[in-house]
């Protein structure tokens, strides 16, 4: 008998008890019911596209994706060409390689500047360090639609306009407010006394924060990371405007290939499901980071 | 550490040697940044040399560039160093954000009230099209019903499934959770196909291969296509928003609803209150704070979002909303000063969220 039982079979007689689970299995049975509704409706879609991404096309015109489930072993409807046709000839493959060429420098360009800039707030003293503060945290909440149109001018008078350089810095101004919001909340709750001795032992303030502050922040640094890679992995608006569609990234090509084929479901199933791998493995290999990082980073701008 | 800072005074001990040193070292930085910069600029094809040009510049130059910023405000004595390196360290963080925000949002601002080339001012003519005009009208109905209904039913559901799932076995709480919560890592792109799919539509007679449509027809309906059905297709698009948000919400929400003391509920129910009571007269008013965050948090966020709207109908059958027809209107028609006027709306509806936020940083004494 657990603590809660027992506890419970303290307070109240026995039959009162027995009568009140009673009532609470059969309360139980629709918020049961409830939670089973919802897991069907919160998986399903999804099972639907990744089965049908191994369809041929004939059978994905011809039939619902549940009868290709019930009639699993008619192995003539099972194919990966979907996946050959949509890599190549749609050029996802290269859209992939496209995205992490992006989304790799966007992620570590924004983490370094905010680590630096949120040691310096945290730790260093400086006239105007409140303040800088103080902006950054508003700057969280400026939605993005707010910078798109001067930037782009700017972009397009510099010939930035379609660069990977252009979209670096773009994901590294917008991913900024964040990343060092997040980190100098970290970085400014490392116990002082640690600061201290190593600064008594003559270290400057460089090695201070490359060997003790960047480490110590490991945990910081892996919730943001996750974050802001998913974040520009899975942008649409920013791609769409400084990078173009000339060259494919995974969103601006699965958008893309809606717009001019949508209803060659072989090729949207496959595509969808290429561009969701990376997040999907970052899901299931590093979840506690994962979930962090989203919570953290539910209020960018 | 005192013993690397030895060592490191040893090599570099005559000023003159570590000024070359800093100086090599910068212009170096500068050299490959600026080089990088124009490379990167005039390639427009991606080699594997592209990329590995650009890792290097991307993530080697902006730590180069600090290094040698270091190495040169190191040439000063210890006092004086203490005082230029804050500056070093927050400089490119300032600047970044002033660049990318800072200066945007002022620029829109003025930009909402030129016209759409941004060359002539025409006062309030963009916002008085906005508010007048029948499209623009829509627009606007249908991004309130947004902020209306995707926050709160995400939230709501969000609740229920962490107040029921808290009492299942840990693992199965876990396993539940963990599919909710997944298409959070789904794009707003792929979550649109996932459900263009699920509302897919054939004319009748022909196979439906959309689950929408299957149950619907196998109820002795004929198919429907759903997303041009006025006004109601809205719903169906903000249901994907929920779709994604859910998650989020039940697992912020779950961390406060474990977090409501067993005494209080213990007592609640000795008062005699049943489950459904004790859940709105004692957990719920425990965890207000937390459900108003994720609310307005989910607000914000349905506000900026335009990729759902943008891949299930692109806007048409009277589902646009702001977000949307800001990207097309600045983008797509190029009219800056209009597409200004709708992202500045958008930050207005923002701004009270903002003060709050300065004022809760200031509160908790930073």
């Known amino acids: 008998m657990s603590d809660a039982t027992l506890k419970k079979a303290i307070v109240k007689p026995s ?287 | 550490m005192s013993g690397v800072a030895v060592q490191q005074a040893g090599f570099f001990d005559k000023p003159a040697m570590k000024a070359v040193v800093a100086v090599v070292i910068l212009v170096a930085t500068v050299a490959l940044i600026g080089g990088g910069f124009v490379f990167l600029r005039d390639v427009r094809t991606a080699g594997l040399l592209t990329a590995l040009v650009a890792l290097v510049v991307g993530v080697g130059g902006i730590w180069a560039l600090f290094y040698s910023f270091n190495v040169l405000a190191d040439l000063f004595p210890p006092a004086i160093r203490d005082k230029i390196l804050p500056y070093v360290f927050v400089f490119p963080a300032v600047a970044a954000l002033g660049f990318y925000i800072v200066w945007p949002a002022v620029n829109t601002i003025g930009l909402s009230f030129m016209d759409r080339f941004g060359n002539e001012f025409i006062g309030l003519e963009n916002y008085r099209f906005i508010f007048t005009n029948e499209a623009f009208l829509i627009v606007l109905r249908n991004t309130f019903v947004w902020v209306l209904l995707a926050p709160t039913v995400a939230t709501a559901l969000g609740l229920l499934v962490a107040v029921i799932v808290d009492r299942f076995s840990p693992l199965t709480e876990k396993i539940l959770k963990s599919l909710i919560f997944l298409p959070m890592a789904i794009s707003f792109v792929g979550a649109s196909v996932i459900w263009r799919f699920v509302y897919a539509y054939q004319p009748a007679g022909g196979p439906q291969i959309g689950v929408l449509n299957a149950i619907h027809t196998a109820l002795g309906n004929d198919p429907v296509a759903w997303l041009t059905i006025r006004p109601w297709n809205n719903f169906l698009l903000i249901f994907i928003m929920i779709w994604l948000q859910t998650g989020f919400a039940m697992v912020i929400l779950s961390a406060a609803v474990k977090g409501v003391p067993k005494d209080l509920l213990d007592a609640a129910r000795i008062d005699g209150a049943g489950e459904v009571r004790s859940f709105f007269n004692v957990t719920v008013p425990y965890i207000q704070g937390t459900i108003l965050t994720v609310l307005t948090t989910i607000v914000f966020l349905v506000l900026k979002i335009f990729d759902v709207a943008y891949v299930m109908t692109s806007g048409q059958f009277g589902t646009n909303i702001i977000a949307l027809r800001m990207y097309q209107e600045a983008f797509v028609q190029r009219n800056f000063g209009r597409g200004s006027a709708l992202a500045v709306i958008l930050f207005v509806v923002v701004i009270p969220l903002l003060v709050r936020n300065v004022r809760g940083m200031r509160k908790s004494g930073d």
């Not at chain 1, 099972?78 to 420098?105: G, H, K």
């Not at chain 1, 407010?177 to 997040?182: E, I, K, V």
Request: hydrophobic letters at 55%; aromatic letters at 14%.
């Open chain 1, 15 to 301: 039959g009162v008890a027995g009568e009140n689970r009673t009532r609470a299995l059969i309360a139980g049975i629709p918020a049961r019911l409830f939670i089973l509704a919802i897991i069907v409706i919160w998986t399903v879609p999804t099972v639907g596209l990744l089965v049908s991404s191994f369809r041929t096309p004939q059978a994905i015109a011809n039939t619902g994706w549940w009868n290709g489930l019930a009639r699993f072993t008619e192995w003539s409807q099972w194919t990966l060409a979907n996946y050959e046709r949509v890599l190549f000839a749609d050029q996802m493959a290269n859209a992939f390689f496209n995205s992490l060429l992006i989304t790799i420098p966007s992620t570590v360009i924004p983490i370094t500047i905010a680590a630096f800039a949120a040691y310096a707030i945290a730790w260093m003293v400086f006239p105007g360090r409140k303040i800088v503060f103080v902006i950054i945290v508003g700057l969280l909440i400026v939605p993005l639609q707010m910078a798109l149109i001067p930037v782009l001018r700017v972009y397009t008078r510099h010939d930035i306009n379609g660069t990977y350089l252009g979209m670096w810095l773009a994901h590294t101004g917008f991913g900024l407010p964040l990343a060092t919001y997040m980190l100098y909340g970290y970085i400014s709750s490392i116990p002082k006394s640690i600061l201290e001795s190593a600064h008594a032992d003559g270290a400057t303030p460089w090695m201070m924060f490359t060997r003790l502050v960047l480490p110590l922040s490991i945990p910081a640094i892996a919730s943001f990371s996750i974050f802001q890679f998913l974040w520009v992995w899975n942008d649409l608006l920013v791609a769409l405007v400084f990078f173009g569609t000339r060259r494919p990234i995974v969103t601006t090509r699965l958008a893309e290939l809606v717009g001019s084929r949508g209803q060659t479901w072989h090729v949207l199933t496959a595509g969808a499901f290429v561009t969701m791998v990376v997040p999907l493995i970052i899901f299931f290999s590093l979840q506690r980071y994962f979930v962090r990082g989203m919570m953290a980073g539910s209020v960018k701008g």
